[in-house]
């Protein structure tokens, strides 16, 4: 099987079949103007020969749709360039016997879920000391000094906490993304902090399940975590940014 | 309720009587405070709503005037009948001249109790009257609707708009669902008020409000009319607010609230004291209210490992339903929350979650039991989600759980659309039916796996217990007892809205709501 890398296609069960499914909710009832309505839908929304395999009547006026259909669109994957984070990931002993050989200090990092945000889970699978998936958390580093301040922080308080603990990295979860909050949450964050002109004295990074490096580059962080993050991860481009800073 | 895992009963009594004994301890103080949101709530009762020119609400305007003055400590209540007798205005229009500067709170002469006391009482009679006329509609409507099949299928809408969220509950309602909950925006909690009016903006969910509650009972009213069928409304009774929250419900004929007695000093940082003197106050008004309240123990499995810590869900709920009771709460009232959360790569975690569920099932026989889905370890592979939902849902009619919040196949990935209920119903659905019976046809090995998993369960519950019995619940919350998180006795928010009673504190309520719930059943409980 060759893959021609410059016109990728989705993939069902035949190459450049291009086979995609979706489904999706339409605010009229049920019934064969409906499945006409979804089959028009997918036929615009550039899918060739749709096929609606279930109409389901979802009370009040809406109905749900699966639809299969051929996607005759491809993109060339060789032109793809997505910043990543160059730093290899460590183990927890290796982070911590980075920091004592090469940085020869502790590692002071302030952690919140901020703003309205009252969902700690991914913050606490950071940071706390029991950490995530068998990962121990950065309270748990012993070269890491490490403040869960929870959630609902203002940005202003995190920033006078970070100031306060002379902390090295400050990390910001974002789990609620109705609307964008997060976003809007995120660059206040960087806005004051530059205000304050304390942007270049910290690594600051975002995580959440709708963040990723890309996102929080352009937010004007240093590193973006998305799902699957696990302690370490973090740790370790904590660590290494700092050395390489440091010998700048 | 068939004993299943072999328990013993001498432990189960223990563990009982140990949580009977640290609710006793907080009971020792709890009484002696009053907070300014009881007080609040006292004032909305009576019929006080409404807001200032600058939005205030009318009763935070009463209350910060006479906590200004230092008057909150005798009861708003015999404040507020000497100012109806020497204004001879009512109890909002005097709420309106205090916010207008007409009626300066200090300006209200003493009276002896015998002139005024009568009126209070009244007051209250009437609030109550209120409750129950509510109630009985509640339970009018139920008799007529077609009877309930357990597990109750509950969903919850999330859209920040009261209106989208109308029509939402109601679609969810027409496809199936028993229950709904409007999530509240996720800062709401945190406020030392509650918004006024229909409110149309809020992340993560929508404000409580009491016009909010009337529009959503209104759509679901009409669901009811529509499929035969009772449909219970829920909302959240935390935070800075419970006793208001619980006022408001139960004049707009809320069916379930969130109403954990821990839930805010761990989860949302308010003052442990501040909690726990309103947990009671607002409880109270639940058990009048004929409200069925959910705890919030699925929460510590969210935080802490749902494997290591299961144990801390179970001494949880044995507090939680010792402080329930000494509020009025029926065990038919009281939804005590676990959850399925146990990491489903772990190898037998399926064996995992039915000993906890059926332990939770044979300790709490009479408990409504709400069992809370999968959100950890979920991930935005919304095939995988979906099928996880399933083993959820399998757990919950093997072990007779009662109120189901249902998974939805996107919880990693955003509040859920329409079509996620439908989905989420049709799966547990498909599942209850399939499996109606299986429970009554099983029989759990002797000394298998589940069995012993449920009576380590149990031991490490009943230590826990003896342990913060020893040395109380607010020391047990400083040190991370449960869901690994610590707070201290006097941190938090809102312990400037503690008060203390003086010796003339007025508050007829306590006793009206305690009185119906005294009333004891032909098996001599509350009834």
Redesign the interface.
């Known amino acids: 099987m060759q893959v021609d890398l410059t016109k990728v296609k989705a993939y069902g069960d035949t190459l450049n079949d291009g086979a995609v499914q979706l489904?999706?909710?339409l605010p009229v009832p049920a019934g064969e103007e409906a499945r006409e309505a979804a089959r028009q839908l997918a036929l615009k929304m550039g899918l060739e020969s749709p096929a609606v395999t279930e109409m389901?009547d979802?009370?009040?006026g809406?109905s749900?749709f699966v639809v299969y259909g051929r996607c005759p669109h491809s993109v060339d994957y060789t032109a793809i360039k997505i910043p990543k984070r160059e730093h290899e990931i460590m183990s927890f002993d290796e982070v911590n016997e980075f920091v004592r050989r090469e940085l020869k200090k502790k590692v002071v990092v302030v952690a919140a879920c901020t703003g309205?945000?009252?969902?700690?889970?991914g913050i606490?699978a950071i940071v706390?000391?029991?950490g995530y998936?068998g990962e121990y958390g950065l309270e748990r580093y012993p070269e890491f000094e490490a403040y869960n301040l929870?959630?609902?922080v203002p940005n202003a308080e995190l920033l006078a906490k970070a100031v306060e603990h002379g902390a090295d990295a400050v990390l910001v979860s974002q789990v609620?993304?109705?609307?964008n909050?997060h976003l809007e949450n995120l660059t206040e964050l960087i806005e004051l902090a530059e205000a304050e002109g304390i942007r270049d004295r910290m690594l600051f990074i975002c995580g959440g399940?709708r963040i990723s490096h890309e996102l929080a580059i352009e937010l004007g962080y240093d590193a973006g975590f998305g799902?699957?993050t696990l302690p370490n991860h973090v740790a370790s481009f904590i660590v290494k940014e700092l050395a390489r800073r440091k010998k700048q | 309720m068939e004993n299943k895992l072999n328990l013993d009963q001498a432990i189960i009594d223990g563990a009982r009587a140990a949580a009977s004994r640290i609710a006793d301890a907080l009971h020792s103080w709890i009484s002696l405070y009053t907070t300014t949101t009881i007080e609040r709530a006292v004032a909305r009762l009576v019929g006080i709503d409404g807001v200032d020119a600058a939005g205030v609400p009318l009763p935070n305007v009463l209350v910060d005037r006479l906590h200004e003055k230092g008057l909150l400590g005798h009861g708003l209540l015999s404040w507020l009948a000497r100012a109806m007798i020497s204004t001879g205005q009512g109890p909002q229009e005097i709420a309106e001249a205090v916010a207008g500067g007409k009626l300066d709170v200090s300006a209200v002469p003493a009276l002896p109790e015998e002139k005024w006391r009568d009126l209070g009482d009244g007051l209250a009679a009437e609030a109550a009257a209120k409750i129950t006329a509510r109630r009985l509609e509640r339970e009018q409507m139920m008799a007529t609707a077609a009877p309930e099949r357990k597990p109750l299928l509950y969903v919850i809408v999330a859209t920040g708009n009261i209106y989208e969220d109308a029509v939402q509950a109601k679609a969810a309602a027409l496809q199936g669902a028993d229950i709904i909950a409007v999530i509240r925006h996720t800062g709401q909690s945190l406020l030392d008020y509650v918004p006024y009016g229909p409110t149309t903006e809020g992340y993560g969910g929508t404000y409580a409000t009491q016009e909010n509650f009337r529009i959503v009972r209104r759509a679901l009213d009409e669901a009811i009319k529509e499929t035969g069928r009772y449909i219970r409304l829920v909302n959240y009774c935390s935070g800075l607010c419970m006793p208001e929250i619980a006022a408001m419900g139960a004049l707009e004929r809320l069916d379930m609230m969130l109403n954990d007695a821990m839930y805010g000093i761990l989860f949302r940082d308010i003052n442990m004291r501040r909690t726990l003197i309103d947990q009671h106050f607002s409880r109270m008004i639940n058990a009048f209210a004929g409200i069925i309240i959910n705890t919030g123990e699925d929460n510590y499995l969210t935080t802490a490992d749902a494997y290591e810590k299961g144990y801390t869900v179970i001494a949880s709920q044995f507090i939680n339903e010792q402080l329930a009771l000494r509020s009025g709460l029926r065990e038919e009232q009281m939804g005590l929350g676990h959850a399925f959360e146990i990491n489903p790569a772990m190898e037998d975690g399926l064996l995992m979650e039915i000993a906890q569920a059926q332990l939770c099932r044979e300790l709490f026989p009479r408990s409504p039991l709400k069992y809370m889905p999968p959100t950890k370890h979920v991930t935005g592979d919304i095939f995988s989600t979906y099928l996880i939902n399933g083993m959820f849902n399998l757990v919950s009619i093997l072990t007779g759980q009662e109120i189901q919040l249902l998974g939805m196949l996107t919880e990693a990935i955003h509040t859920p659309f329409l079509s996620d209920r439908y989905l989420a119903i049709k799966n547990a659905r498909y599942v209850f039916n399939n499996a109606r019976h299986l429970g009554e046809e099983i029989i759990i090995k002797e000394q298998g796996r589940i069995q012993a998993r449920a009576v380590e369960l149990l031991n490490r519950a009943y230590a826990l217990l003896k342990e913060i019995e020893k040395i109380g619940l607010e020391e047990a919350l400083e040190r991370g007892f449960f869901a690994d998180i610590k707070r201290s006795r006097d941190g938090g928010k809102g312990k400037e809205g503690v008060v203390l009673k003086e010796k003339d504190y007025y508050n007829p309520f306590p006793e009206i709501f305690l009185q119906r719930s005294a009333a004891k059943d032909d098996d001599g409980r509350a009834c």
């Open positions: 489904s999706f909710t389901a979802l009370g009040a809406f749900f309205t945000d009252a969902h700690t889970v606490d706390n000391m029991k998936a929870g959630s609902q609620v993304t109705q609307k909050i399940p799902p699957g």
